[in-house]
């Protein structure tokens, strides 16, 4: 039992310091499998660029999403209008993360 058990360097822990390029290597991938980033929704998108637009209101509450379909104003899919939800889905939806 040793504490670097679990560590994505074990192997090259006790080892020379020729492996430098190989642990360089392993932090890449480990760090591309577990991104840390926090990915945010399109309506927490949106709401950060324009905080005054009006929410979508449902039994006369006003909801967490934005007054239109996402895909009016981002694209990519169908328009929930012609799918019949309510965008809920669409909304929260997360984005891809960017840098
Ligand atoms: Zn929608």
């Not at 840390?36 to 660029?49: G, L, N, Q, V, W």
């Not at 009016?72 to 669409?90: M, N, Q």
Request: aromatic share 8%; glycine share 8%; proline share 5%.
């Amino acid at each position: 039992m040793t504490r670097c058990e679990g560590c994505v360097l074990e192997n090259y822990c006790e080892g020379s310091k020729d492996n430098v390029d190989g642990e360089v290597a392993i932090v890449e991938q480990w760090a591309k499998e577990h991104p840390e980033k926090k990915r945010k929704t399109y309506a927490e998108d949106f709401f950060s660029k324009y905080p005054d637009a009006p929410h979508s209101t449902k039994n006369g509450m006003e909801t967490d999403r934005p007054a239109a379909c996402r895909m009016v104003i981002y694209g990519g899919g169908p328009l929930c209008i012609t799918t019949k939800c309510d965008c809920a889905a669409c909304w929260n939806e997360e984005m891809e993360a960017s840098e």
